[in-house]
Antibody
Framework: EVQLVESGGGLVQPGRSLRLSCTASGFTFGDYAMSWVRQAPGKGLEWVGF??????????EYAASVKGRFTISRDDSKSIAYLQMSSLKTEDTAVYYCTRDDAGTFDYWGQGTLVTVSS | EIVLTQSPATLSLSPGERATLSCWASQSVSSYLAWYQQKPGQAPRLLIYDASNRATGIPARFSGSGSGTDFTLTISSLEPEDFAVYYCQQRSNWPWTFGQGTKVEIK
């Protein structure tokens, strides 16, 4: 059974940093790209970014709203994907979901972790 | 950026009725469109990928159609557990984008 479990969310002040983790199980992690998707309170879904597999040099893509501030990485030996968030803004407040990305289709989702950016 | 527009914003129906949800793309996405269902307090779930293919474990009452810029998600006969918010999403061009969602509520 595919499982994705996010961790690392919490309350953080504007301008500070936070790192989220996504621990995967039930599939060969290294064979899949991984994406992060967020949802602000009461709002819709927004794709945040994506990391390709080692086969594609673990290259990344990001939404314009987070480019230069967020960094996605992965550790295939531990089956973990990371979302490093820096220079956080109040508008980054959201539930952050880790997803398995099958060529742009998000076929499995974690339960999400809430990030609140507030002073 | 490709903009996806969903209609209607809210659909009020009774169990057993047919639901028809629309998604329009600002430019062609070929068949690279997916539909997701989200219930309150839960993560989204993939229903349909590549416009018309049901994901694993999705009941046959859910079907998708369309290509290019016009897409439809149909629920042939609503079950109580189908009342939720539905999102379309394209994977044709970066960045991947979602529609704003359609809420299917009990009439």
């Amino acid at each position: 059974e595919v499982q994705l479990v996010e961790s690392g969310g919490g309350l953080v002040q504007p301008g500070r940093s936070l790192r989220l983790s996504c621990t995967a199980s039930g599939f060969t992690f290294g064979d899949y790209a991984m994406s992060w998707v967020r949802q602000a309170p009461g709002k819709g879904l927004e794709w945040v970014g994506f990391i390709r597999t080692k086969r594609f040099a673990e290259t990344t893509e990001y939404a314009a709203s987070v480019k230069g501030r967020f960094t996605i990485s992965r550790d295939d030996s531990k089956s973990i994907a990371y979302l490093q968030m820096s220079s956080l803004k109040t508008e980054d407040t959201a539930v952050y979901y880790c997803t398995r990305d099958d060529a742009g289709t998000f076929d499995y989702w974690g339960q999400g972790t809430l990030v609140t950016v507030s002073s | 950026e490709i903009v996806l527009t969903q209609s209607p914003a809210t659909l009020s129906l009774s169990p057993g009725e047919r639901a028809t949800l629309s998604c329009w793309a600002s430019q062609s996405v070929s068949s690279y469109l997916a539909w997701y269902q989200q219930k309150p307090g839960q993560a989204p779930r993939l229903l349909i990928y590549d416009a018309s293919n049901r994901a694993t474990g999705i009941p046959a009452r859910f079907s998708g159609s369309g290509s290019g810029t016009d897409f439809t998600l149909t629920i042939s006969s609503l079950e109580p557990e189908d009342f939720a918010v539905y999102y379309c999403q394209q994977r044709s061009n970066w960045p991947w984008t979602f529609g704003q969602g359609t809420k299917v509520e009990i009439k």
